[in-house]
C-alpha cells in the first residue's frame, strides 16, 4: 500500500507542483490549505507525513505541529515543515516542538522527495 | 567692624573722659598743694561764680567733641579705609591701590603698603605667567579635546557618579536645546520613581518626594535645560540610566574590560534617544581593587528617524524575502517538474508553463516593489544589544520579577559561561510581562529561571509546576501590548521578540514534567575580561575637576559657598513701583558652577509688559515699547526662568527689588522663587562699610572688573557675578564660608541699614 501524505499550504501554485511531484514519486497524497483543515485531514486519513507549511491561515503551522504531536491517535505521523522565513531560530523552534524535518523554501523537488523517502521510505 | 557714627561717638567719650579726667587730677593735685589761707581764698573764689566749673565742664566736652571729630577724620578713617583698600588689594583686585590721605606719617604707611602692593603684583604675575606656561601644554590637550568633541557628530555627555554633568558637547546642547518658552515644567515630568539608594549614581536628593511642585530642591524634574552643575536625571528619564549604570558597575565588578551600557529613552517631542553609556577608569584604591567609576560618559543619538526608518526596512526586506522565497519554491518546482518529466501529458505541462510564467512575474514584482521603497532608506545600522552573560541576566531578571510573583529561583544547572546578546530592559520587561499574566490568569506564583544552550542558540526558560497553556493563548500573549500586564511599555512581546531575533514557546519539559516558556536567543559575543596587568591608566584627556559631594536640601545651609551653584540675575522694569503695575520686561541671568561663571549658559528674554515703559526707565535702559512688543509674556517667561534656577542659590544686586517683581507674580505664572538669595548690595555692606560708595559699576571698578553692557539685564547680571566671585574670597577672610554665614551677615547689615 502506497504511503500517504498530505500537503498543507495555502498557495494553489506550490500545491500543484509538490502534489504532482510526490505522486510521481509513487505516494497517495492529499491537500489542506488551513491550519484546521490540515487538522481535519490529517485526523481522518493518518497521513505518514505532513508537508506542512508555517504560514498557514486558522493555525499556522507551529500550533498544528504542536496539536499533532499532543495527539497520541498520530504519533507516528512525520512532518516535515516549509517554511519562507528561514530564521535560525525559527528553525529550532520547529525542530522543539516536534518537527522532524524543516525545509526552507525555495527547495531543489529531489532533495524534498529524498527528505520525504528518507523519513517514510518509498 | 563698626559704623562711621559709632566710631566718632566712641572716640568722642574717649576724648572727654581723658579731658575731664586730667582737669580733675589737676583740680585735686592743685587742692592738695594749696595752705590753709590760699586754700580758703579758692574755696571763696569757687563759691562766688557758682558757674563756673559746669562752664568748664561743657567746654572741656566740646573741646573733646572737636578732637574727637578731628581724630576720626584725620586719623581712624583713613586708618579702617586703608584697611579694607588693603584687603581688596591682598584678596580680590591686585591692581587696586590705596589713596594716601591723613597725616604724614599715615601717608608714609600708605605708601609703604601701595610699595608692597606692587611688589605683590608683580610677584603674581611672574607666578601667573610661569602657570599659564605650565599651562599651556595642558591647554592645547584640552583644546584638541574640545575640537574633537565639537566635531563628532554624536552628543557627549559626562557626569560624575552622582549625575552631575561636568562636560558636555554642543551636539548635546543642540539635543537638549531649552524647551519651547510654552511648555512648562508639568508638561513632562518623568514621574519620579522611588528613589533608589542601592548602587551608584542614585539622584542626589535624599527625600525623594514631589509632593510641592514649588520646592525646588527635590527629585530632579526634567527641566530641559543642560549645564554644568545640573543633574542628568533633569534631561533624561532617571529609571534606564539607574539601570545601566547598575549593570555597568556589575558588569565592571565581575572584570570586562570596557562595559557600554546602551538604552533608548524618550525626549519631549515624541523624540527618541539611544544613550551609549560607558563608566570612565577612576583612581584604584589598592593594585587588586578594580577602581571604582569616577563618572559615566554618555553618547546620545536621536534614533526617532532612524527607528521608524529601521522598522520600515525590516518590513521591506521581510516582505521581500518571504514573498521571494514563495514565489520561487513554486517557480522552482514547477520549472524542476518540467525538467524531470519531459514525458508528462500536454495539458499538466501547459500548466506548469504557466505556473512558471505566474510565478516568475511575481517574483519580479516582488523586487521591483522592495528596490522602490528602499530606493530613500539609508544602510541598516546594527541593533542596540548588548552581550550579558547568562548568569547576570538571570539576576536582572530575578530583581526584577522578585516583587511581582510569589519566588524565583534561578536553576543551579544553569550554564556559567553562556553569553546572549540581548536588550536586558526590554527583556526584563517582556519575562515579567509573562509572569504576571501567568499569576492573573493561571495563579501560578513559583517559577524557576534557567539559562541554558549551545552556539549558536540559547535558551532562558520561565519554568512552573501545573498549568500548560494553550499554543493559542501563548499567541494571544504575544500580540498583545506590554501594557495589558502592568508595564510601561506599548510593545509588544512579538516586537521585543523580533528585535532580539528571538523565538518564544510553551513546552512540557519532560524529565522535569515541568511548565516553561522557551526564549531562544542569539548567543552573544563574550565580553573581552579585562586583564589585570594591561589595566589602561588615567586616560590623558582626564582632566575634568569632577565635583564630589552632591549637596543636599537639608545640608545647602551648611555648603561652602565656593562649591554652590548659583543663578545671578538682574531685571529691568517698565518703571520702579511694582505695587503700582510697573512690570518685568527683560530678564537676564547667568550661572556660576564651581566658582566659574558660564558665560554660554545664559538665560536672556525680553518680555511684553502689554503696558507702557515709562520714558525714564527707557533713559536707563532703553528698552522701547516697539523691542518688547510681540514677545513673549510674562506668564510664559517666568515658568521657564523658573527652570532654569532649578537647585541655585538666586543671587542679585539690590535683589530685593527684583524678587518683589517676581514675588508680585506668583498667582499669574504660578511658579514660586523659594530658592536661598544673596544680595551683593548687602554683602558690599558686609565687606566695604567704610567704602560707602555699593552702586554696581563702583564695586566692579573697585574689584578690576570691566563693565560691559551696563543696564541690560544680561550685562547686569554678568558684572553681579563676577563681584560676587571676588567676594568670596574676601568674605571667607571674614570666616564668612557657608551660606548660612553669607545671609546672617546680610541680614544683620540689612538690620543695621534700616537702624541708621
Known amino acids: 500500500m502506497a504511503k500517504r501524505v498530505l500537503i498543507a499550504d495555502d498557495e494553489p501554485n506550490i500545491v500543484l507542483s509538490l502534489e504532482f511531484l510526490l505522486v510521481q514519486a509513487g505516494y497517495e497524497v492529499a491537500t489542506a490549505a488551513t491550519g484546521e483543515a490540515t487538522l481535519d485531514t490529517a485526523r481522518r486519513i493518518h497521513p505518514d507525513l505532513i508537508l506542512l507549511d508555517v504560514m498557514l491561515p486558522r493555525k499556522n503551522g507551529f500550533e498544528v505541529c504542536q496539536t499533532v504531536r499532543a495527539d497520541p491517535q498520530l504519533s507516528a505521523t512525520k512532518i516535515v515543515m516549509l517554511t519562507a522565513k528561514g530564521r535560525s531560530t525559527e528553525i529550532a523552534k520547529g525542530l522543539a516542538l516536534g518537527a522532524d524535518a524543516y525545509v526552507t523554501k525555495p527547495f531543489g523537488t529531489r532533495e524534498l522527495v529524498d527528505t520525504v523517502r528518507t523519513l517514510i521510505g518509498p | ?756
Open chain 2, 1 to 756: 567692624m563698626r559704623a562711621p557714627g559709632a566710631r566718632l561717638i566712641g572716640v568722642w567719650a574717649g576724648c572727654f573722659a581723658l579731658s575731664a579726667g586730667t582737669a580733675l587730677a589737676l583740680a585735686l593735685a592743685l587742692a592738695a598743694a594749696l595752705a590753709g589761707e590760699e586754700r580758703r581764698l579758692a574755696r571763696v573764689l569757687l563759691e562766688s561764680s557758682g558757674s563756673l566749673p559746669y562752664l568748664l565742664l561743657i567746654m572741656v566736652f566740646a573741646a573733646s567733641g572737636l578732637l574727637a571729630s578731628w581724630l576720626v577724620k584725620a586719623y581712624f578713617n583713613p586708618i579702617a579705609r586703608a584697611a579694607e583698600a588693603t584687603a581688596v588689594s591682598a584678596l580680590a583686585n591686585p591692581k587696586h591701590r590705596l589713596a594716601a590721605e591723613g597725616p604724614a606719617q599715615l601717608r608714609h604707611l600708605i605708601a609703604a603698603i601701595n610699595a608692597l602692593a606692587d611688589h605683590h603684583a608683580a610677584a603674581l604675575d611672574a607666578v601667573d605667567a610661569r602657570v599659564a606656561e605650565a599651562r599651556a601644554a595642558l591647554e592645547s590637550e584640552k583644546n584638541r579635546l574640545a575640537v574633537l568633541m565639537s566635531e563628532l557628530a554624536q552628543s557627549v555627555l559626562v557626569c560624575d557618579p552622582n549625575g552631575t554633568i561636568v562636560l558636555y558637547n554642543e551636539q548635546a546642547r543642540r539635543l537638549f536645546s531649552p524647551p519651547d518658552i510654552e511648555k512648562t515644567a508639568t508638561d513632562h515630568d518623568f514621574s519620579p520613581d522611588k528613589p533608589q539608594r542601592t548602587g551608584r549614581g542614585c539622584a542626589p536628593d535624599p527625600h525623594g518626594h514631589l509632593q510641592d511642585p514649588t520646592n525646588t530642591w527635590s527629585v530632579p524634574v526634567y527641566s530641559g535645560f543642560i549645564g554644568l552643575g545640573r543633574s542628568l536625571y533633569s534631561l533624561l528619564a532617571p529609571e534606564p540610566v539607574r539601570y545601566a549604570i547598575e549593570r555597568l558597575d556589575q558588569r565592571t565588578a565581575a572584570g570586562e574590560l570596557d562595559p557600554i551600557g546602551i538604552f533608548t529613552t524618550a525626549l519631549p517631542g515624541a523624540r527618541l534617544v539611544r544613550v551609549r553609556i560607558s563608566p570612565m577608569a577612576g583612581a584604584a584604591r589598592s593594585a587588586a581593587e578594580m577602581p571604582a567609576p569616577s563618572g559615566y560618559v554618555l553618547l546620545l543619538e536621536d534614533v526617532s528617524q532612524e527607528v521608524t526608518g529601521v522598522e520600515r526596512r525590516d518590513r521591506i526586506l521581510i516582505d521581500l524575502i518571504e514573498g521571494a522565497r514563495a514565489a520561487l519554491a513554486s517557480l522552482r518546482a514547477a520549472t524542476e517538474n518540467l525538467a524531470h518529466f519531459p514525458d508528462m501529458a500536454l495539458e499538466r505541462r501547459q500548466r506548469f508553463v504557466a505556473i512558471a510564467v505566474e510565478e516568475a512575474g511575481r517574483l519580479s514584482e516582488a523586487v521591483e516593489h522592495a528596490s522602490r521603497d528602499h530606493a530613500d532608506s539609508a544602510r541598516l545600522r546594527p541593533r542596540a544589544l548588548e552581550s550579558m552573560r547568562g548568569a547576570d541576566l538571570v539576576a536582572a531578571l530575578r530583581a526584577g520579577l522578585a516583587s511581582e510573583v510569589g519566588s524565583v529561583h534561578a536553576d543551579e544547572g544553569s550554564d556559567p559561561h553562556i553569553w546572549l546578546d540581548v536588550d536586558c530592559h526590554a527583556l526584563v520587561q517582556a519575562v515579567r510581562y509573562l509572569a504576571r499574566r501567568l499569576r492573573d490568569e493561571f495563579g501560578i506564583r513559583d517559577y524557576t529561571l534557567e539559562v541554558s544552550g549551545d552556539a549558536p542558540h540559547a535558551y532562558l526558560d520561565l519554568c512552573w509546576l501545573g498549568a500548560r497553556i494553550s499554543a493559542a493563548t501563548t499567541s494571544a500573549w504575544e500580540d498583545d501590548t506590554l501594557s495589558a500586564g502592568g508595564e510601561a511599555s506599548s510593545m509588544t512581546l512579538r516586537d521585543i521578540l523580533q528585535h532580539h531575533g528571538a523565538e518564544l514557546w510553551h513546552e512540557i519539559d519532560r524529565p522535569s514534567g515541568r511548565a516553561r516558556f522557551r526564549f531562544m536567543l542569539p548567543v552573544g559575543a563574550r565580553a573581552p575580561l579585562r586583564n589585570p596587568s594591561e589595566r589602561p591608566g588615567r586616560p590623558v584627556f582626564y582632566d575634568f575637576d569632577l565635583s564630589s559631594a552632591a549637596n543636599s536640601g537639608d545640608a545647602l545651609d551648611e555648603s561652602p559657598l565656593r562649591e554652590l551653584a548659583y543663578t545671578v540675575f538682574d531685571t529691568e522694569t517698565t518703571g520702579l513701583d511694582p505695587g503700582a503695575g510697573d512690570e518685568i520686561i527683560a530678564i537676564g541671568a547667568v550661572r556660576i558652577v564651581n566658582a566659574r561663571v558660564l558665560t554660554g549658559e545664559a538665560f536672556d528674554r525680553l518680555i511684553d509688559p502689554r503696558r507702557r515703559i515709562d520714558p525714564r526707565s527707557v533713559a536707563i535702559h532703553g528698552i522701547g515699547d516697539a523691542m518688547v512688543r510681540g514677545q513673549p509674556t510674562i506668564e510664559r517667561v517666568l515658568p521657564a526662568f523658573h527652570r532654569f534656577c532649578t537647585d541655585t542659590v538666586l543671587v542679585g544686586h539690590n535683589v530685593a527689588f527684583d524678587m518683589r517683581f517676581l514675588q508680585l507674580k506668583e498667582d499669574a505664572t504660578g511658579v514660586r522663587f523659594r530658592q536661598p538669595v544673596l544680595d551683593t548690595l548687602l554683602l558690599s555692606a558686609v565687606l566695604h562699610d567704610n567704602l560707602s560708595d555699593d552702586r554696581l559699576e563702583a564695586i566692579a571698578h573697585r574689584f578690576g572688573i570691566e563693565v560691559v553692557a551696563r543696564h541690560t539685564a544680561l550685562g547686569d547680571a554678568l558684572v553681579t557675578a563676577e563681584i560676587f566671585l571676588k567676594m568670596l574670597p574676601l568674605l571667607a577672610e571674614r570666616g564668612i564660608t557657608t551660606l548660612r554665614a553669607a545671609r546672617a551677615a546680610a541680614e544683620r547689615t540689612r538690620y543695621a541699614q534700616l537702624r541708621y
